[in-house]
């Protein structure tokens, strides 16, 4: 596997939740949002967002990214690097 600059990282973050569903009471008030898990290599982050990628493709010097998110950095729990 070629060698790349981004450090390999796992984040917990806090997404919401929803739906366009009829919802009870009951189903409201225990509404939550979701914890998720990101897996991937660190793109960049900064106060505003944290940008994460899962695959990438190196075609001579050009690199490509693919499965790319773009979290809300106030939403971030925690961010560790992983050790490859």
Known sequence: MPSIKYDKVICEWIDIQGGDSWNSYNDVVNLKPAICTTLGYLFSTN??????FATFSID???MDFGD???IPTCNVIKLEKIES
Do not use: M, N
């Open 47 to 52: 106060k505003q967002h944290t940008k994460i």
């Open 60 to 62: 001579g010097d050009e």
């Open 68 to 70: 790319v998110v773009c």
